[in-house]
């Protein structure tokens, strides 16, 4: 086996991480689970899919240049995905059944505004941890054009989703949230 193959094989792996951990995590911290826990939808499927057109693309037409790149970016970029996982799932138990991955329009009765843990380093820690995961798995695949896409559109999609949240969450929680909005930061880079 070829080390494309088995860059490929860790792509897989995280993946299947990835999606496994959010489907068993909402089933432990909710009672349920349904298909929509796995988190696929059609642009993320069209992104993967075009990950790995990238990947197979650049290893015939670029396969020095794709070899040498990969020697030095699959250990960093495992240890990124590695944190990035880490500090999704972390802040999915942290939260608890405040956790859900649709954004609330009601406040629920079990829903607690979290200020403490990993929720006082980072505002919104799981989509700090799935920016970190996305954008990493690019740099596993040595995929500078899906690079540059995956951090622009999760970075936008995040933009939007945290405005819109944070709305609802002052809505929910008033001065309490503003409080936290204002002393807490997002980490995400340039969403405040």
């Known amino acids: 086996m070829d080390s494309n193959s088995y860059i490929l094989l860790l792509y897989f792996f995280l993946l299947l991480l990835y999606h496994g951990g959010e489907y068993i995590l909402t089933r432990l911290v909710h009672g349920s689970a349904g298909l929509g826990s796995f988190l696929f939808s059609i642009p993320y499927l069209l992104a993967q899919l075009l990950s790995l057109l990238e990947f197979r693309f650049e290893s015939a037409e670029f396969s020095e240049w794709k070899q040498t790149t990969l020697h030095w970016l699959w250990l960093p970029a495992i240890l990124l995905c590695a944190c990035g996982l880490g ?3 972390i802040a999915m138990i942290s939260a608890g059944r405040s956790f ?31 920016f970190i995961w996305a954008v990493s798995s690019q740099l596993l695949l040595a995929n500078p054009v899906c690079l540059l896409l995956f951090a622009y559109w999760s970075w936008k999609y995040f933009d939007i989703r945290i405005r819109i949240e944070e709305k609802n969450l002052v809505l929910f929680f008033g001065e309490d949230y503003l409080n936290y909005k204002h002393r807490t930061p997002v980490r995400i880079p340039f969403i405040s």
Do not use: C, D, M, V
Not at 118 to 129: D, E, F, N, V
């Open 87 to 89: 500090i999704r799932f």
């Open 100 to 130: 859900t991955h649709l954004l609330q329009n009601e406040k629920r009765p079990e829903h607690l505004l979290i200020t403490s843990g990993i929720y006082a380093w980072s505002r919104h820690p799981g989509y700090l941890g799935w």
